[in-house]
């Protein structure tokens, strides 16, 4: 009996130690966080921008922006999806290189490189509020 009340002691407390760990990992941050993310947010999507228009990553100086003016017609909601071109299921940034390869004419980026991430937050940024659609033709 005695075992008893003291494993059911011992669960009460683990489960507190979860609830309580989750009540303060749920509020870690403050306004001012949120405010300082959305600026460095902002800021990567305006060097996205700006690449969008130049033609610094091409070499026969076409800009993304002269076919997809306002990341139109990119459709990042879509991704991943199965591409013709590539014969296999791509994310959006495959499919920014195969644009960076094909029209501009250049060099693909590394996934992680932190132009390629600004264009990729400039274009979700041009789509926000538009509903998930994976594989969407
Ligand atoms: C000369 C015109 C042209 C230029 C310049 C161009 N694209 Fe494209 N892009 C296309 C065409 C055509 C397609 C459609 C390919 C397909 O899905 O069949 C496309 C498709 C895309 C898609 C996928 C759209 C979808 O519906 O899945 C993305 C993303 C994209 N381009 C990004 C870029 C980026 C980034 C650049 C600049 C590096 C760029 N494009 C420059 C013509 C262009």
């Known amino acids: 009996m005695r075992n008893r009340s003291l494993i059911a002691a011992a669960l009460v407390l683990v489960v507190a130690a ?9 509020d870690e941050f403050t306004k001012a966080d949120v405010e300082r993310w959305d ?3 902002m800021a990567v999507v305006a060097k ?14 076409v800009a993304c922006a002269q076919c997809h003016p306002n990341a139109a017609n990119t459709h990042p909601e879509t991704y991943p999806k199965f591409q ?7 994310t ?3 499919m ?10 250049g060099k693909p980026l ?3 490189d932190p132009r390629m991430i600004a264009m990729q937050a400039y ?13 969407k033709h």
């Open 18 to 26: 979860f609830v309580g760990h989750g009540l303060l990992t749920a």
């Open 96 to 105: 920014i290189n195969w644009c960076i390869q094909q029209p501009l004419e």
């Open 110 to 112: 590394a996934l992680d």
């Open 92 to 94: 959006l940034g495959e």
């Open 123 to 135: 274009v979700a940024h041009e789509r926000r509020g538009v509903a998930l659609a994976p594989n």
């Open 48 to 61: 996205g921008r700006a690449l969008w228009t130049s033609p610094e990553l091409g070499t026969n100086g």
């Open 84 to 90: 013709q071109q590539l014969g296999r299921v791509i």
């Open 39 to 41: 600026k460095e947010y």
